[in-house]
């Protein structure tokens, strides 16, 4: 087969060590959020903002009651520093543009990420049916955390947030992150404009990426849409954490961090617990968890229309599935699941280079790619990830990372852990 080419003081609890450095590993590996947190943290909690709401938020947060504790981080679509808005659109106050629950065990070694789309139709405490994103715009982070709570059956005991202004700042103060493109791709909604190849992006570009939902790129001559929408969007937000978890893996000194935490520092906000003297010590010492790769999902969810409104709803029993595993996913569990799966990627759409352009993204997802080729078919209207009798997990963990696409049970060869045919759905 040939190959496819006014702040209220709030009273503080000493934490202790494990609670410490699981906040440090959380806020490490998390997605978005997660890179501004780390360079934070290593220069200890003078240089964290509390949210103006944070004894209301922490109201609303469970108690830590056994060896795990889960994290709400969301990344607010807030304008205010941005001195372009050309990309932006004209939206005033603040949305939750980034929705993603982190689960972490007291070792501090293992953890889980669920990103959920920030389009899910929901039903908000005291507003009625809407998208999800619209909780933080009509009562911030405590009616954010009260929905999440109320709508997925989570515990969420601490919560974050960051701004466009503190991503597109990190970014700079790293010098640019590196993607791979796979074709040329633009979006003229998001500002995102690359060749194709390894490239080295700036602030702006990566913000650019990051929020693209209406993604093409250049094959054949002609610019088509490829993932343009939540999941797509899901996706690349992934790719970018990826980037920058790669761009700080080994800071020479705590200094180095300093510089950049203070550069962002200010559009980071925290629920009041976080707080701790010795953040910054402990956050060097687990440095080494950087190394580590992400076990990360997205919600499964489908399109639908609701009163006009184009939403995403859970997709069932996908999305029940994904969420009961995530509720009792265990240090080990983590730790197994970290173990990158080994993919065989077919071409069953018979658009040229479908099987390259879906390995190269599922290798930014963190998965790895053994073999490239074509399928048997050519008219593959879903993606399909087929797995051995047993190993439905793999296969929902395939579908859950790129947010579209069905499993299968049949046949796989040996060194395969699933074969993922391309279907026109990824085009």
Do not use: C
Not at 214 to 226: F, S, T
Request: glycine share 12%; net charge neutral.
């Amino acid at each position: 087969m040939s190959q496819d080419s006014p702040r209220t003081p709030v009273k503080r609890r000493g934490p202790a060590r494990w609670f410490k450095v699981t906040v440090i590993t959380a806020l490490v590996l998390a997605n978005l959020a997660a890179g501004f947190m780390l360079w934070a943290v290593y220069t200890g909690r003078d240089f964290l903002n509390r949210a103006d709401t944070d004894r209301e938020v922490s109201g609303s947060l469970d108690e830590i009651t056994g060896d795990t504790m889960t994290f709400l981080i969301v990344g607010s679509d807030s304008r205010a520093g941005l001195d372009d808005l050309t990309n932006f659109g004209q939206v005033s106050g603040a949305r939750g543009d980034v929705i993603i629950l982190v689960k972490v065990d007291r070792t501090g070694q293992a953890m889980k990420m669920l990103s959920i789309p920030r389009d899910l139709w929901v039903t908000i405490p005291g507003h009625g049916e809407n998208r999800i994103n619209a909780a933080y715009a009509f009562g911030g982070s405590k009616l954010m955390v009260d929905t999440i709570k109320q709508n997925l059956g989570v515990e969420i005991n601490h919560y974050v947030e960051i701004d466009f202004v503190g991503f597109r700042g990190l970014i700079d103060e790293l010098g640019g992150v590196t993607i791979e493109f796979p074709y040329p791709a633009k979006d003229d909604y998001s500002g995102l404009d690359v060749p194709a190849g390894r490239q080295r992006l700036d602030g702006k570009q990566a913000l650019a990426f990051a929020r693209s939902r209406h993604y093409e790129e250049l094959r054949d001559g002609k610019w088509v849409p490829v993932d343009a929408n939540d999941f797509g969007r899901t996706s690349r937000q992934q790719q970018i954490i990826k980037a920058i978890l790669s761009e700080m893996k080994s800071p020479s000194t705590v200094t180095e961090a300093g510089s950049i935490a203070r550069t962002f520092s200010k559009y980071v906000t925290i629920d009041s617990r976080l707080a701790g003297s010795s953040v910054a010590r402990l956050a060097w010492d687990f440095r080494g968890i950087l190394r580590g790769s992400i076990d990360g999902v997205t919600l499964p969810a489908t399109g639908a229309n609701k009163g006009g409104r184009s939403v995403v709803v859970r997709k069932e029993p996908e999305a029940t599935q994904v969420l009961e595993e995530f509720r009792r996913s265990t240090a080990r569990e983590g730790q197994q699941a970290e173990q990158p799966l080994k993919l065989r990627v077919l071409n069953g759409n018979g658009v040229s280079g479908s099987a390259r352009a879906m390995g190269d993204k599922l290798a930014g997802l963190g998965f790895e790619i053994v073999d490239l080729g074509n399928a048997e078919r050519k008219d593959y209207r879903s993606t399909t990830v087929i797995v051995p009798s047993g190993r439905e997990a793999d296969g929902r963990r395939v579908v859950s990372a790129l947010g579209y696409g069905v499993v299968q049970v049949g046949e796989v060869d040996a060194g395969y852990d699933a074969v993922v045919i391309v279907g026109s759905d990824a085009s």
